[in-house]
């Protein structure tokens, strides 16, 4: 998910595998290639398979957020299926960072979701790594949108399910990071409160 235009009237979010399944759409045309030059028929397979998963990557998710009709247009564009709305910038909330786990490692990942007077709309159907990339990026929406900090908090932004995930695989700046995110609060109160629930999480092994 990136940035692709960026001026006073208009911001524009991309989250795209396109990229992918051309790759893999070249290669078989090229496997196609092969297998016809050598007139194989077992080559066909491969390609068929390459042209298969071509075709459940292809992803396109795109959110524009238009500050002259004051609103934000989602799409979410699959090979077989689409999807999109539109949302008035006065019932956006702020933009929340969802979390989930990627792998049997417990690995976090992220996504961006516009948060609105009633549910969550998500900017993309993908988790992906980096809480970095996205705290960056949600903060450039949230100055474009013109929200103030004491708006940006979610409650569901920095569960403490999250930041017991973190504390587990020891990693407990990026515990503090995450909760300073969704939360106005100083460098010292958020260590604090993840040093509390560091010590819960100790009595209680």
Sequence with gaps: MHITRKTNQELVVVDSTVWLSVALLAFAAFGAYITTV????????????????????????????????????????????????????????????????????????????????????????????????????????????????????SPGLADEAAIRLLLQQGRKIEAIQRLRSCQPISLAEAKDRVDTIDEKMKAAK
Excluded at 93 to 100: F, P, T, Y
């Design 38 to 153: 050598r007139n194989t028929r077992g080559g066909f397979i491969s390609v068929a398979i390459l042209l298969l998963f071509a075709f459940l990557f292809w992803r396109k998710e795109i959110v524009t957020f238009d500050a002259g009709r004051q609103q934000a247009e989602w799409n979410r564009r699959r090979a077989f299926k689409t999807a999109g709305g539109t949302i008035p910038f006065s019932e956006i909330k702020g933009i929340a960072i969802d979390s989930s786990t990627s792998n049997s490692r417990n690995n976090l990942t992220y996504r961006l979701s516009i948060l609105t007077q009633d549910s969550p709309v998500p900017m993309s159907d993908v988790y992906a790594g980096n809480w970095s990339k996205y705290d960056k990026l949600r903060t450039q929406i949230l100055e474009f949108l013109h929200i103030e900090a004491d708006e940006r908090s």
